[in-house]
């Protein structure tokens, strides 16, 4: 009588404890889950076809007695000839002065000297009055060397640009090669994965978008540099970034499962540093590299699949390993076949 009824108990406790693990379990996995169903590994590209371009386009910026340039961000691909029509509804004078260095970015504490003194010393791309109440068409030929490069527009009347008349030209090239990346961000402060490959990309600028997802429960950021070959350093970061516009600055999202995407063109070949931005993440390790036309380091940094199941893993794997190693240190005792380790005999 009893028996059945103590084997009915034990089933319905192990199909609890079994819901249980997976509600937990799942979460965790999910983004692992979905990324790979989508036949894309984390850290390995996803590589789509090209798109087709227009010649020509136009654009209208609005400015009226808002310091702004309305829209702010404006697009471009490489091959295309543009027409920025400039509408001043306002009755304020302003310039319409745009950067030739498309990496840079003008901190907003410059003084009107600083600023002024950048365009005598570097010629601008773009340089013509907005006088008030008055329309300005301008001609721009965008070119293959512009591509990935994020160009700042400002006002030089004194004091427009402070108040916040910038914006930027981003240039995308003619897409020959698209790849995609998953990347995830743990809560012990680690990108999954670290290591980005682009190894094999050799034609240059090619665009990439990264979806960004989370494991855990942190805000966290996908924060890309700009210049290849270069290392970020945690005390130096943020002054860097502010006059190094990103090329990808994306805020993780706070549900595991979902994504944050974000696109961006890499000119030249060389390894490019990511970092989370919240502050003392990067400190703690979270960055990683990506690795455009050059290899990856040797041997590649293992994908570590989830933080919080390995973790559990290792309490099981190391019980066992401690037990082994109990009989394994036993079985030696008693037969003397492991030697005494040698002093001076190590790493060559
Ligand atoms: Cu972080």
């Known amino acids: 009588m009893s028996r059945p009824r103590t084997l009915r108990r034990a089933a319905i406790a192990s199909l609890v404890a079994s819901v249980v693990l997976l509600a937990v379990v799942l979460p965790l996995v999910a983004p692992v889950v979905r990324a790979s169903q989508e036949g894309r590994e984390l850290g390995q590209p996803h590589v789509s076809a090209a798109r087709a371009v227009a010649s020509h386009v136009n ?33 304020f004078n ?13 901190p907003q504490s410059w003084s009107p000297t600083q600023l002024s003194a950048y365009f005598s010393a570097h010629t601008p791309l773009v340089n013509v009055t907005m ?13 293959s060397t512009m591509a990935g490069g994020h160009f700042e527009f400002v006002s030089l009347v004194p004091y427009q640009f402070q108040a916040g008349l910038y914006g930027f030209l981003n240039v995308t090239p003619p897409v020959s090669s698209h790849l995609t990346f998953y990347v995830n961000a743990s809560d012990s402060l680690r990108f999954i994965s670290d290591t980005l ?7 240059f600028p090619f665009e990439a978008t990264v979806f960004f997802g989370t494991l855990g429960v942190l805000s966290h950021t996908f924060t890309l540099s700009p210049l290849p070959n270069y290392n970020l350093s945690s005390d130096n970061f943020t002054s860097f970034f502010t006059q190094h516009l990103p090329l990808v ?15 961006f063109v890499i000119t030249a070949p060389g390894y490019y540093e990511y970092i989370c931005t919240v502050p003392g993440h990067f400190a703690s390790g979270m960055y990683g590299f ?14 570590v699949v989830s933080t919080a199941i390995v973790q559990s893993e290792i309490l099981i794997g ?22 005494p380790p040698k002093p001076g005999e190590g790493h060559h």
């Open 131 to 143: 006088p008030a109440h008055s329309t300005t068409a301008v001609n721009l030929s965008v070119n």
């Open 249 to 263: 600055d994306i805020p993780v999202p706070l549900t595991a499962g979902s994504y944050t995407n974000g696109s």
């Open 290 to 303: 990506l690795y455009a036309g050059v290899a990856t380091p040797s041997p590649p940094v293992p994908v």
């Open 197 to 203: 490959n682009a190894s094999s990309v050799t034609a």
């Open 94 to 106: 302003h310039t319409f002065t745009m950067s030739s260095n498309g990496t840079e970015r003008f």
């Open 59 to 91: 654009v209208t910026i609005n400015t009226s007695a808002t310091p702004a340039f309305v829209p702010n961000a404006i697009h471009a691909t490489s091959g295309q000839n543009l027409t920025i029509t400039l509408v001043n509804n306002g009755t």
């Open 318 to 339: 190391g019980g066992s390993l401690l037990g082994i190693g109990v009989v394994l240190a036993a079985a030696a005792s008693i037969t003397g076949r492991i030697p």
